[in-house]
């Protein structure tokens, strides 16, 4: 009989819990949960629990209460750290978070080295370097969710303009997951059709603007906290992608090591996934003004970078 395989959860906060949702209702997988509040973790899966025996799926679930048990996980999603508040970047976490993440990738380090490791926690980029940085892990192993939520929020703004079926929509975006990514409109497209023989140049431009600006305009809105239905479900689609060992491309946040001619940084870029985590760095061929634009946000993470390689790695 076939192991079942097991996807551990650190963070039960918002997008963490959400994703342990998703994932208990639409997978097989056993999941575990881990939180520094353990009752929270507790609560949540009790109710996840519950809602598993509705219906005829069954779900097993766990609570990770000591690091030994994240021994067997194939792969773990960090989603712990502090939310963007409103009047934040993402930036402004970089060093709270990356203790964090230091302190957690301890754990995995010496319970689950064999594990993929894919973070949820901003600043995204510079959070997959650290992880990468404390663990020591192939770089095959640490990937960042960034870029589906990013090229689902351009779809959705493209759907708003167009009012198609929002499945047809093709829509990338790459580079850090910052105010500069880099959505780019000339490879989006609706059903094959090139999204320029649909949108003008301004409202594709429009489109690209509230797509950089997507998640600050939901913090504005939130007041407290930051998304995380969007993000859940992108994590979900990453997670299923390597699980099922799929090799469907998707952006991801990855380690380039010479790739698009950019080395020792973490970027979005199309990844094909599968169960190795990253099997495969896709390489488009980006114009004059994709390439200065995509240079412009890996600069950008590289600042982070050399921030946490001054005054953090010592």
Known sequence: MERVKKVGIIGAGHVGSTLAFILSSSTPYE??????????????LLDMFQASCIGTKFTKLGVITNPKDLKGCDLIVIAAGSPRLPGMSRNDLLFANAKVISEICKDIKENSPESILLLVTN?????????????????????GMAGVLDSARMASFIYEKLQCAPGQIVAPV??????????????SSVNGVPLSELLSEQEIEEVVLRTRNAGAEIVSCLKKGSAYFAPARATA???????SDSHKILPSAVYLNGEYGYRDVVAGVPVELGRNGVERIVELTLNEKESSQFANSVNSVKTLIDELNSNYFK
């Open 31 to 44: 999941i575990v949960l881990q939180d520094k509040d353990k009752d929270r973790a507790r609560g949540m």
């Open 123 to 143: 600043p995204l980029d510079a959070m997959v370097y650290t992880a990468l940085k404390e663990t020591g892990f192939k770089n095959n192993q640490i990937l």
């Open 174 to 187: 790459m580079g850090g997951h910052g105010d500069d990514m880099v959505p780019l409109a000339r490879f």
């Open 237 to 243: 689609e990453m997670v299923i992608a390597i699980m």
